[in-house]
Nanobody
């Protein structure tokens, strides 16, 4: 059983940056693919990015390509989401989730097995 904890959210001005972290203290996250998702008020949860267990393959939603970067450090049981050039429409609660198999190239929300509690990101001037 994984316990995922997200952190790094906050209030940032448009054009700013944040780095989110998703941590599993048991260090078993390394055998799972991991995705980042977000949900804005009144909207459905959407996939943002996905990374295989080794980090060899990544995937991004069109809305964040070129601005967000997903990465992982398996020695620390951590997956990161670097968010640059943030826009007001990026405002949402961001969640990380882990799923099987470890080499999945996309991360449909229904296929993910373990979820964190979420961290709020607000982009506003």
């Amino acid at each position: 059983q994984l316990e995922l904890v997200e952190s790094g959210g906050g209030l940032v001005q448009p054009g700013g940056s944040l780095r989110l972290s998703c941590v599993d203290s048991s260090l078993t996250l390394k055998v799972y693919s991991v995705g980042w998702f977000r949900q804005a008020p009144g909207k459905e949860r959407e996939g943002v990015s996905c990374i295989t267990n080794t980090g060899s393959s990544t995937d991004y939603a069109d809305s964040v390509k070129g601005r967000f970067t997903i990465s992982r450090d398996n020695t620390k049981g951590t997956v990161y989401l670097q968010m640059d050039s943030l826009k007001p429409e990026d405002t949402a609660v961001y969640y990380c989730a882990a799923g099987w198999p470890p080499n999945r190239r996309t991360c449909p929300p229904d296929d993910m097995d373990y979820w964190g509690q979420g961290t709020q990101v607000t982009v506003s001037s």
